[in-house]
């Protein structure tokens, strides 16, 4: 049999977005607006990945998708993290006739989780965050933001694990976030002013996401964040309806990833986080129209 999702309701609007450095596609629902105004990022794949901000935005958010390396004239490959980048594209969102402000939110998974974290940290006009199994440190690569500079915590090649049929399994490849060693690469989450919800795989084999989280709320305001965490669910937890990936290639690795999670945990997972992550926006950013994809 053949399936079909739609994931762009009637009469939402997607125009490519290539102004000054900032690069992806602006979502717009129906109607006059002015609409909560949402960014989308997803992680290592790069390029741009936009069918979450086309569901968002079916819900009555406007919503930019944003690439930020391997896309248009971006850098091919992630060497750091400007957030001054995320920051422009921050203001252009909230510059835009149809987005109502002061404050916006931020989604992102992976390496967007981090990124998405690290906006929440330094940027006031983040108010909302969804932090899809990511880590609450700067890894691999460093963050840098007017003069500042967290550097990253390094990978440990030597920890890279195979799975029998030739998978990389990278569970460990990152080290214990709380080892004092790794202190300065730690955002420094206790600063972030408005809200995050942490959504965790108990089952993600590419981060220690759910330690990572906790290691994240120790740290911060206890009425500033919430944790939804799922057993058997694994690192790319989607919109309902989207299939478990366990497994697939990405840009830049010799073999494909193991991303985790059980086929039926993994859907319940999608299933109720979608419906919380869409009451947790609207709650902190100001009802949108309703819809039902």
């Known amino acids: 049999c053949t399936a079909e999702r739609w994931y762009v309701g009637p009469g939402v609007r997607r125009a490519p977005v290539h102004e000054g450095r900032v690069r992806g596609a602006l979502f717009l629902p129906p109607g006059p607006g002015p609409f909560p105004g949402v960014i989308d990022m997803f992680g290592g794949a790069g390029g741009l990945i936009d069918f979450r901000a086309g ?8 919503v930019l998708a944003l690439a930020f390396f391997a896309y ?13 980048y995320f920051e422009e594209a921050a203001d252009l969102l909230l510059r835009h006739p ?29 108010a909302a965050t969804v932090w899809i199994n990511g880590s609450s440190f700067v890894h691999g ?15 440990r090649s030597e920890h890279l694990m195979f799975t029998e049929w030739g ?6 490849i990152l080290g214990d976030p709380r080892d004092p060693t790794h202190s300065a690469s730690a955002i420094p989450v206790e600063k972030i002013q408005g809200k995050v919800l942490f959504v965790v795989g108990e089952a993600d084999r590419s981060f220690k996401s759910k330690l990572s989280a906790e290691v994240a709320m120790a740290r911060m305001r206890k009425d500033s964040y919430r944790l939804l965490s799922y057993a058997g669910a694994g690192h790319l937890i989607e919109p309902p309806c989207s299939p478990l990936c366990s497994v697939s290639g990405i840009r830049g690795t010799p073999a494909p990833v193991l991303w985790g999670g059980e086929p039926q945990a993994h859907a319940r997972a999608q299933e109720h986080s979608w419906q919380e992550i869409v009451r947790f926006l609207e709650l902190h950013l100001g009802p949108a129209s309703k819809s039902q994809l």
């Open 98 to 126: 149809k987005v109502r402000g002061p404050g916006l939110g931020v989604i992102g998974v992976s390496k967007g989780a981090e990124v998405a974290l690290a906006m929440a940290t330094f940027l006031p006009h983040v």
């Open 167 to 172: 998978a990389l399994d990278n569970y460990s």
């Open 141 to 155: 690569i460093p963050l840098l933001y007017k003069g500042l500079r967290i550097p990253p915590m390094p990978y």
């Open 72 to 84: 248009e004239d971006l850098p091919r490959v992630l060497a750091k993290l400007d957030l001054e």
């Open 55 to 62: 569901l968002l935005a079916s819900r009555g958010f406007a």
